[in-house]
């Protein structure tokens, strides 16, 4: 039984061998696109997290805010909407009840007391809600006013 000889496979004139004689991997051109996916994809968690979590992230939602506004809170619309220097702010991490509802101004009323007579400072990030801005405020002794109202049972998490 004669034994059959198959021929060298075709090798691209410019494919690498290594010594060995196996191919070495190079950089593909999907290289650079596996990074940015890789990359794009990080700055998407960490957005998501300054606006979902900003009160465990220190100074980052300040860091990374387009705007930041001062001033006293001129009208409480409900519990995650407040007016601060004339400026709607509806808070990214909240979600209450309506007014209208038991809980609903339960919540109103307690961020009532919780801004009466303060000036407090909102981080906005650019993004917007019908006439709101969304963002996140604190209060002078730096409490996150979103945080405190979730510590307190009155709303939730908004996902």
Request: net charge positive; proline share 6%; with cysteine.
């Amino acid at each position: 039984m004669s034994r059959r000889i198959h021929p060298r496979p075709f090798q691209h004139p410019t494919a690498r061998r290594s010594a060995s004689g196996f191919r070495r991997r190079g950089l593909s051109r999907s290289r650079p696109l596996q990074f940015l996916s890789v990359v794009s994809g990080a700055l998407l968690l960490a957005f998501m997290a300054v606006e979902r979590f900003p009160e465990h992230l220190a100074a980052l939602p300040e860091l990374t805010a387009l705007r930041v506004i001062e001033g006293p809170v001129s009208h409480v619309r409900d519990g995650d909407t407040i007016e601060v220097a004339g400026t709607p702010v509806r808070f990214g991490s909240l979600d209450c009840a309506e007014r209208g509802t038991a809980v609903g101004d339960a919540a109103t009323g307690r961020v009532r007391e919780l801004v009466a007579g303060q000036s407090l400072t909102c981080a906005l990030n650019g993004r917007s809600s019908y006439d709101r801005s969304i963002g996140r405020c604190t209060l002078p002794d730096g409490r996150d006013l979103a945080a405190q109202m979730i510590r307190e049972g009155l709303c939730q998490r908004y996902w």
